[in-house]
C-alpha cells in the first residue's frame, strides 16, 4: 500500500527519501509517494484511509488548515495549532496531528542538546508553522514566546489564541528586533530566508553567548541569516532536523514504532546527500 505526501507544490519535497528509507529497513512493503493535489481532493485522501487503500498520508503546504477542517478525530497539537499534518488510522477512525512542533523541539534535544522547558524564545513569524511549534512550545513549558511578525496584526492573532497558558507573551515590532539577554533561541518560522538574498535584521548587541539560531528553512543549507549569526561566533540550525525529526513522529502514529536516534542520523544523512 502507499503513504502519500500531499501538497501544492510538492515536487522538492524530501520526505520520501526519509520514508522510504525506514520502510525498507523495517521491512515494510509499503511505498511513500508525493502527490500533488488540488484542494478539491483532499477529502479523497481521508476515504481512502477509510477504506483501507492507503496507510495514512502527509499534508504539507498549502493544505494543512485546509485538512483540519476536514477532519472529525483531532490529537492535541493539531486542535492547538489549527493545523493537520499527518493523518493515520486509530481503532477504524481516521485522526490528524501536526507532528511539527515536536520534531522541532526533538531535534534542538538531539542535535543541540537544548531542553526547552523553562527558557525563553523569540519566534519570528505568526503563520501556520509557527502555530505548530508553539503549540508544542507550550507543551514542554517554555517560560516565555516573544512574537516578532511582519504584519502586525496576525502577531497579536497568534498571542490571543495561546495566551491562557502559564507561559508569558510579548510582541515586538518586525522593524526593530532588538532581543535582550534572556533570549535563549530564537526561531525563524517565517520563509523568509528562502531566497539567498534574504536576511532578517536582528539588532545582536544584547544576545547571551548561549543563544542558538534556528531556522525551520532547509533550503538553502544555510540562510544569509544562519550565516550572519555563525560568523559572530553562535550556534545555529537549520529546518533539516525538524524536518526528519516530525517525519519520525509521523512513522510512529501509522506503525506504532518509535525509530531510533540511529535511524534518524541515517535518514538525515541521505537528505543531506541531496544538497
Ligand atoms: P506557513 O504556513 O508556512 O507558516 P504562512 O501562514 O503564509 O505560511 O506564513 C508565512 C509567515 O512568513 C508569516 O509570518 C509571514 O508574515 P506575514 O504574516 O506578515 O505575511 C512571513 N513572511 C512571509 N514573507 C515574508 C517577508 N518577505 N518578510 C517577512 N515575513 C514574511
Given at each position: 500500500?502507499?503513504?502519500?505526501?500531499?501538497?501544492?507544490?510538492?515536487?522538492?519535497?524530501?520526505?520520501p527519501i526519509i520514508h522510504n528509507y525506514w520502510l525498507t529497513k523495517y521491512s515494510k512493503s509499503h511505498i511513500y509517494k508525493k502527490k500533488e493535489v488540488n484542494k478539491a481532493f483532499l477529502p479523497q485522501i481521508i476515504k481512502q484511509i477509510k477504506e483501507?487503500?492507503?496507510?495514512?498520508?502527509?499534508?504539507?503546504?498549502?493544505?494543512?488548515?485546509?485538512m483540519f477542517k476536514l477532519l472529525d478525530n483531532l490529537d492535541k497539537n493539531a486542535i492547538q495549532s489549527k493545523a493537520v499534518n499527518t493523518i493515520y488510522r486509530k481503532e477504524n477512525l481516521i485522526f490528524g496531528e501536526n507532528t511539527d512542533g515536536v520534531g522541532y523541539c526533538e531535534a534542538l534535544k538531539r542535535e543541540k542538546k537544548f531542553e526547552i522547558s523553562n527558557k525563553n524564545v523569540l519566534v519570528l513569524g505568526?503563520?501556520?508553522?509557527?502555530?505548530?511549534?508553539?503549540?508544542?512550545?507550550?507543551?514542554?513549558?517554555?517560560?516565555?514566546?516573544?512574537?516578532?511578525?511582519?504584519?502586525?496584526?496576525?502577531?497579536?492573532?497568534?498571542?490571543?489564541?495561546f495566551q491562557n497558558n502559564d507561559t508569558k507573551f510579548k510582541l515586538i515590532d518586525w522593524k526593530k528586533i532588538e532581543p535582550d539577554s534572556s533570549i535563549d533561541?530564537?526561531?525563524?518560522?517565517?520563509?523568509?530566508?528562502?531566497?539567498?538574498?534574504?536576511?532578517?535584521?536582528?539588532?545582536?548587541?544584547?544576545?547571551k553567548d548561549s543563544i542558538i539560531y534556528s531556522d525551520i528553512i532547509y533550503k538553502p543549507k544555510k540562510t544569509q541569516t544562519m550565516k550572519i549569526f555563525e560568523r559572530k561566533g553562535f550556534i545555529?540550525?537549520?529546518?533539516?532536523?525538524?524536518?526528519?525529526?516530525q517525519a519520525a513522529e509521523s512513522f510512529k502514529l501509522w506503525f506504532n514504532i518509535k525509530l531510533t536516534s540511529q535511524d534518524i542520523i541515517e535518514a538525515k544523512e541521505l537528505c543531506e546527500k541531496t544538497y
Open positions: 500500500m502507499n503513504i502519500y505526501v500531499i501538497g501544492k507544490p510538492i515536487k522538492h519535497s524530501m520526505s483501507h487503500k492507503i496507510i495514512g498520508a502527509n499534508i504539507t503546504i498549502p493544505y494543512k488548515k485546509d505568526s503563520g501556520g508553522a509557527s502555530f505548530g511549534i508553539i503549540s508544542e512550545l507550550i507543551n514542554r513549558k517554555v517560560a516565555k514566546i516573544v512574537i516578532s511578525n511582519r504584519t502586525k496584526k496576525r502577531g497579536v492573532e497568534l498571542i490571543e489564541k533561541l530564537i526561531i525563524n518560522t517565517t520563509s523568509f530566508g528562502m531566497n539567498e538574498n534574504e536576511t532578517i535584521k536582528i539588532n545582536m548587541k544584547n544576545l545555529t540550525q537549520n529546518g533539516l532536523g525538524m524536518l526528519v525529526n
